[in-house]
């Protein structure tokens, strides 16, 4: 082992606050890049440990690191200005080093955002970290992406094992590991969207190194399902199809959830996706309206098929029994109570099993965020902003937006309103034969009926609502 000491955090949007849906790939990947190099590496998940700042603090105390790396999400930008003037007070010669989207997009202001960074990294840095770390010639990193995908190493979950990732709104989907086997969107045309700018070309692993880490996944390391947070999987591609036809062949029963558009999914598709293990999907819905599904660019076909793919994939979950999560968006520019209401009955409606509602929001490195500037409606200041009637692009304030969306979720996903929905998921559960998570989701019935009912998902930094 070399003298450097590594501490890479993944930030958490509130301090004490636990959200536990997926692994920080990102630092766990860089992990075991400096590992392999004999560098000594610690990871904490700060928004899955749901860690005190004092108890950082007093960690800091006690570990002599040398260098801190954290992922810096641009909504979540001050508390990792703060764990790194925090990390200089405790240790003024420890060496700061930010990485991720925020940095990313932010090229040329991000020193000028905190005093306290020494290094900051833009785009993907699993191959460059150690000579970072070992032997850092500038200050700005512009690294682009990385085009071969097998080069990249397999994440080091063992700082993790720990905690227990295995939540998705409210369902239980087993003690989960993460996964990424594509980088980029292979559609990466919409409008609202970040992906262009932030994850680049569309590159694809091997599918042996897939089955690979799968197996190890599962026989070693021992989780009950696995999360594929790839943007979009194309399911009726032959390359995702080699995949699950190799995951059947070779005995990996473990079930799996993934991120998927609707029109990927046909029906030779969805039936080699159940067989291969999928137990659900979500999928980003947007909007059935066709001037917004237009404004959104969110497919090739004329806007009004938009909804029929809806539709197709919505029966096929139904046909072939997997949970099926639709995110769709209330309150775009110029967006009418009307337009916002057709939506959610649309939700209410159709035979998705559960709605996420999302307040539009203005991201850097998006077409509409770019437009509104030009439009002098955003300053380029405003770079992460939910949408507001200040902008003059809405009628509707935020929190009215974010009444809305509560308001929303509640119509759709309430147990009183709809109650044919829960069955529904039942008998998915049931058809899936996977006992565990059964037996875990019927358990938990109770605390998700209290949570729809007397929670209210939105608790938002002030920091979040002005960009
Ligand atoms: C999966 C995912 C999630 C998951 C899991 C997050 C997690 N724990 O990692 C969930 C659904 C929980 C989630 C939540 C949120 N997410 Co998210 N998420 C993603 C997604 C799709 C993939 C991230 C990922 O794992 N990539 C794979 C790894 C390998 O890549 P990576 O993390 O980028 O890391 C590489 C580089 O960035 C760099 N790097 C990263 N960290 C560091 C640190 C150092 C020191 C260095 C040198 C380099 C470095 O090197 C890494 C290896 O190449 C991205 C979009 C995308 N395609 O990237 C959005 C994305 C990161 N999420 C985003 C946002 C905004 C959020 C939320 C704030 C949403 C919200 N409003 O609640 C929350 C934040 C929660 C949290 N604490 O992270 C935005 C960030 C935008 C921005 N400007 O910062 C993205 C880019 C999506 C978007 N809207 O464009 N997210
Ligand atoms: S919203 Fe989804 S499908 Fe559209 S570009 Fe972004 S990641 Fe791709």
Redo the contacts with the bound molecule.
């Keep these: 082992m070399s003298e450097e000491n590594v501490l890479?955090i993944?930030?958490?949007?509130q301090w004490g606050v636990i959200?536990r849906?997926?692994?920080?790939?990102?630092?766990l990947?860089?992990a075991s890049a400096l590992k392999n190099e004999g560098i000594k590496v610690k990871v904490i998940?700060l928004?899955?440990e749901g860690w005190s700042q004092k108890k950082l603090a007093n960690y800091l105390f006690q570990n002599n690191f040398t260098h801190i790396?954290?992922?810096?999400?641009?909504?979540?930008r001050e508390i990792v200005y703060s764990i790194l003037r925090m990390a200089k007070k405790i240790n003024p010669k420890i060496i700061t080093?930010?990485?991720?989207?925020?940095p990313?997009?932010q090229k040329k202001e991000i020193f000028s955002e905190c005093e306290a960074i020494d290094?900051a990294?833009s785009?993907?840095?699993?191959l460059e970290?150690v000579n970072?770390i070992r032997d850092p010639k500038k200050k700005f990193?512009d690294l682009g992406c990385?085009n071969d995908l097998d080069l990249?190493p397999l994440p080091d979950r063992s700082h993790v094992r720990h905690l227990a990732y295995n939540e998705l709104s409210g369902i239980y989907m087993g003690d989960s590991a993460?996964m990424?086997w594509v980088?980029?969107?292979p559609w990466r045309k919409c409008r609202f969207?970040?992906?262009t700018e932030?994850?680049m070309t569309y590159r694809q692993k091997s599918p042996e190194k897939i089955i690979e880490e799968i197996a190890i996944i599962q026989h070693e390391l021992k989780y009950e399902n696995i999360i594929v947070?790839d943007?979009s999987l194309k399911f009726n591609s032959k390359y995702i199809q080699k995949i699950l036809k190799m995951k059947i062949k070779e005995g990996l029963d473990i079930p799996f959830w993934a991120?998927a558009r609707a029109d990927q999914i046909n029906e030779a598709g969805a039936k080699l996706m159940r067989r291969a293990g999928l137990s659900g999907i979500q999928i980003g819905l947007e909007s059935v309206v066709p001037r917004f599904v237009e404004m959104y660019r969110k497919t090739s076909f004329p806007s009004h098929i938009w909804r029929e793919k809806l539709d197709q994939a919505f029966e096929l979950g139904d046909k072939y029994n997997f949970i099926i999560i639709a995110s769709f968006i209330i309150g775009a520019p110029t967006e009418k109570a009307e337009e916002i209401w057709y939506d959610i009955n649309y939700c209410k409606n159709s035979k998705l099993d559960f709605a996420q509602a999302f307040p539009f929001?203005y991201?850097?490195?998006s077409e509409m965020w770019a437009e509104a500037v030009e439009n002098g409606q955003l300053t380029s200041n405003h770079?992460?902003t939910y949408n507001d009637k200040k902008f003059g692009t809405t009628t509707y304030t935020t929190q009215e937006l974010l009444d809305l969306a509560l308001e929303a979720e509640n119509q759709i996903n309430s147990p009183f309103l709809n109650p044919g929905r829960y069955v529904r998921i039942i008998r998915k559960f049931i058809k899936q034969k996977n006992w565990l998570i059964f037996r875990h989701n019927i358990s938990r019935i109770p605390v998700l009926f209290r949570k729809l009912i007397l929670e209210h998902p939105y608790e938002l930094l002030p920091d979040?609502l002005h960009g």
């Design positions: 890479l993944h930030p958490p949007f959200d849906f997926c692994q920080p790939l990102g630092v990947i860089l998940d928004a899955a790396g954290i992922t810096t999400i641009s909504p979540f080093i930010v990485g991720g989207p925020h990313t997009l290094y990294v785009g993907e840095a699993e970290i970072i990193y990385i990249v993460t990424k980088r980029g969107c969207c970040t992906r932030l994850s947070i943007d991120l929001q991201l850097k490195g770079f992460y979040e």
